[in-house]
């Protein structure tokens, strides 16, 4: 297996098109191609140079193709107002795990969601959350996430 790496702005433009591989997988049809790709880009080469940023990306480089992701883990920091169970208010959310149809069920995702949460890990979060489709949940699962008793609600968006 290939070696997990922390992303660089090389890697920006791969780690949007693994994006709309995950996106595609969790409704079903590839995402139509548009703005958001455009600004997903801008984020990424913003965040990825700053060691210091609250943003990471962990990434397993396809094997013996040059420039292409088999997978990918990226996540964020939020700053929250810290509570009884975590009073630095510090956590993170997962929202980008995904593997290129090609190189599945080799423990890429794992790999690149291991370097992510010792990322998180690193800073002091010990609350990370994320979205699990019904595929990824097994493997998050065995690295101890757990279901929440709070609903999810969201405001404007999809």
């Known amino acids: 297996m290939s070696d997990v790496r922390r992303a660089t702005v090389d890697d920006a433009r791969e780690l949007v098109r693994l994006r709309s591989v995950?996106?595609?997988?969790?409704?079903g049809t590839p995402p139509e191609p548009g703005?958001?790709?455009h600004i997903a880009l801008r984020t990424l080469r913003r965040q990825l140079p700053d060691p210091e940023a609250d943003l990471a990306a962990y990434v397993v480089d396809a094997p013996g193709r040059p420039g292409t992701l088999a997978a990918c883990a990226v996540g964020v920091v939020d700053?929250?107002?810290?509570?009884?169970a975590d009073p630095s208010g510090r956590s993170g959310y997962v929202f980008n795990v995904a593997t290129d149809p090609a190189y599945r069920r080799r423990g890429f995702s794992r790999a690149c969601l291991g370097s992510l949460l010792d990322w998180f890990?690193?800073?002091?979060?010990?609350t990370v959350d994320l979205k699990a489709s019904a595929e990824?949940?097994?493997l998050y699962r065995e690295l101890g996430f757990r279901?929440?008793?709070m609903a999810a609600?969201?405001?404007g968006g999809c």
């Not at 995950?22 to 409704?27: E, I, N, R, T, V």
């Not at 890990?121 to 010990?126: C, H, M, S, T």
């Open 147 to 149: 279901p929440t008793s």
């Open 35 to 37: 703005e958001w790709q």
């Open 22 to 27: 995950m996106l595609g997988a969790m409704s």
């Open 121 to 126: 890990a690193e800073r002091g979060v010990r």
């Open 79 to 84: 700053l929250r107002l810290g509570g009884p």
């Open 136 to 138: 990824g949940e097994p």
């Open 153 to 155: 609600m969201r405001r």
